[in-house]
């Protein structure tokens, strides 16, 4: 007899003074992505996580980009770690944990991710550019604090080489979704069963 998943998908929305988001995501899709963030770069770096960690994601995003886009980036982070937490329920069957080592020519860097139920982010990507394109590279920080601190996961962000800032930070986008990709792989060995001796994640 074959046991039914719910699906796993969710729909948040957050509207602020600053910034007014949708999304909308889809944990076992096929990796296709509708972004609009008003960041080029950013909206590159996002269809990243919906292609390599298999996500269908849905991003709209009316922000307050004539002051800078700090508000834009946090906020897409937070909203989507909401929308990730929403989807993915009470963990039972994942498989938790996740870590991928990704390359792009001279650039490599690691991500290693548990949705653990406690937040916590520990980054060091030593950025060699202050912007790339429209994108200030101190906000990769703010968009995983966000997405760490409301998906509730601890996770380890590392760039351990790199020369060209975006080759550093489509990296670091590429490893955070194969990561992602991994932790939420549903366990055969594991269904139905919270991966914790706790009980509860």
């Known amino acids: 007899m074959s046991t039914s998943i719910a699906p796993r998908v969710a729909e948040v929305t957050r509207h602020t003074h600053e910034t007014k988001i949708r999304v909308a995501l889809n944990l076992d899709g096929s990796g296709q992505a509708k972004l609009n963030t008003g960041i080029g770069f950013f909206d590159h770096m996002l269809d ?3 292609r390599h960690g298999l996500i269908d994601l849905e991003i709209d995003c009316q922000g307050d980009l004539h002051i800078d886009g700090h508000h834009t980036v946090e906020d897409v982070g937070i909203t989507l770690g909401q929308a990730v937490a929403k989807a993915v329920g009470d963990k039972r069957g994942i498989r938790r944990y996740g870590h991928a080592y990704v390359p792009l020519d001279e650039a490599l860097s690691r991500v290693v991710i548990d949705f653990s139920g406690r937040p916590g982010l ?3 990507v030593p950025f060699t550019a202050g912007m790339i394109g429209g994108f200030d590279t101190q906000l990769a920080f703010e968009f995983f604090q966000g997405f760490a601190n409301h998906a509730l996961v601890t996770l ?4 351990l080489k790199g020369v060209n800032a975006h080759h550093q930070c489509e990296t670091v986008f590429k490893a955070f979704a194969r990561a992602l990709r991994a932790a939420l792989e549903l366990d055969p060995r594991s269904a139905g069963v919270i991966p914790s001796t706790k009980g509860s994640l």
């Open 122 to 124: 520990h980054m060091h």
């Open 48 to 50: 990243q996580v919906a």
């Open 156 to 159: 380890h962000i590392d760039n």
